[in-house]
């Protein structure tokens, strides 16, 4: 049973990079499809950006500018970076495997990230 | 691209059937078959409970059903039971590879 785990910083000031890494346990060639989506607190879910096994990407229009995910199949993970960032950015970010491009069947328990000085 | 449109918040009695609904356009729900279903309980990541509009994945009970009717999909709990009150959000796919949710229902089982 593939496992998804989300890593880094639980904290960020504002005007910098959040960065959050994801690992995939098992067989990351489960899928090719990889997503990050967050959740801020009390407020519903908002796909963020995914990426294909080869490297392709696309993003919320609402955060492009800003955004970028990049893979490293070698490790089995997959990257998510978020410039200048505000206290809207204040979320549980999660990283979700790919049913293809149909759903997202496999969630990673969520990291907190707060947007504070 | 705007968020699907749910009720904020339905609400039923043990064994009785709810239904929630998720609204979208004809570029989301009203052009592709895939809507799908989340169980978000308090705290904890959401699960998969139905895509591709009809499908279940393996070990959710067939008390989940999902359909769709034009830009509207819904999602139809019979037999409620105390541990089905969480949070539900419908997704579509909405084509060149970007998805969007809906703003999520709080399911209350009296």
């Known amino acids: 049973q593939v496992q998804l785990q989300e890593s880094g910083p639980g904290l960020v000031k504002p005007s910098e990079t959040l960065a959050l890494t994801c690992s995939v346990s098992?067989?990351?060639?489960?899928?090719?499809?990889w997503s990050w989506i967050r959740q801020p607190p009390g407020k519903g879910l908002e796909w963020i950006g995914y990426i294909y096994s080869n490297g392709n990407t696309n993003y919320n229009p609402s955060l492009k500018g800003r955004v970028s995910i990049s893979i490293d199949t070698s490790k089995s993970q997959f990257s998510l970076t978020l410039n200048s960032v505000t206290a809207a950015d204040t979320a549980v970010y999660y990283c979700?495997?790919?049913?293809?491009?149909?759903?997202?069947?496999?969630w990673g328990q969520g990291t907190m990230v707060t947007v504070s000085s | 691209q705007s968020a699907l449109t749910q009720p904020r918040s339905v609400s039923g009695s043990p064994g009785q059937s709810v239904t929630i609904s998720c609204t979208g356009t004809n570029s989301d729900i009203g052009d592709y078959d895939y809507v799908s279903w989340y169980q978000q309980h308090p705290g904890k990541a959401p699960k998969l409970m139905t895509y591709?509009?009809?499908k279940r994945p393996s070990g959710v009970p067939d008390r989940f059903s999902g359909s769709k009717s034009g830009n509207t999909a819904s999602l139809t709990i019979s037999g409620l039971q105390a541990e089905d009150e969480a949070d539900y959000y419908c997704c579509s796919y909405v084509a060149r590879y970007t998805w969007v949710f809906g703003g999520g229902t709080k399911l209350t089982v009296l």
């Open positions: 979700a495997r790919g049913l293809s491009f149909r759903a997202f069947d496999i």
């Open positions: 591709d509009v009809i």
């Open positions: 098992a067989d990351s060639r489960s899928s090719d499809y």
